[in-house]
């Protein structure tokens, strides 16, 4: 009965020190909120870098701040057209669903 104790005891400090280990730095934080930026606005190759360079120099914005997905970025910026153009009800639905569905070129 002890050793079952003892098994389960070490098998639950083991998983809490991996659990530890998760947790991300800010600037790992950081990679990961630009990495998601920059494939949100699907750039690559040289321009890629630049932005990822950029935005992991920039300072401003806290490490921890809530980033978009790209189907969240996408959603906004299909919001955002369907918005300037004023449309509305069934056209307003349409359009959007026509937006989202649009593969990054």
């Keep these: 009965m002890k050793t079952v104790l003892m098994m389960a005891l070490l098998?639950?400090?083991?998983?809490s020190a991996v659990?530890?280990?998760k947790v991300q730095t800010p600037q790992q934080q950081r990679m990961t909120t630009c990495n998601q930026q920059a494939?949100?606005?699907t750039l690559k190759g040289d321009e890629r870098k630049t932005y990822m360079s950029n935005c992991l120099k920039n300072s401003e914005s806290?490490?921890?701040d809530k980033s978009l997905t790209p189907q969240q970025q996408k959603m906004?910026?299909?919001?955002?057209e369907a918005g300037k153009q004023t449309l509305s009800g069934d056209a307003r639905?349409?359009?959007m669903s026509?937006?989202?569905?649009?593969?990054?070129?």
């Excluded at 906004?76 to 955002?80: I, M, V």
């Excluded at 026509?98 to 070129?105: A, G, T, V, W």
Aim: hydrophobic share 35%; net charge positive.
């Design 39 to 41: 494939t949100a606005k």
């Design 62 to 64: 806290a490490p921890a």
């Design 98 to 105: 026509n937006c989202l569905k649009k593969q990054p070129q």
């Design 11 to 15: 098998v639950s400090v083991m998983g």
């Design 93 to 95: 639905k349409t359009f």
């Design 76 to 80: 906004k910026e299909c919001n955002a």
């Design 19 to 21: 659990a530890a280990d």
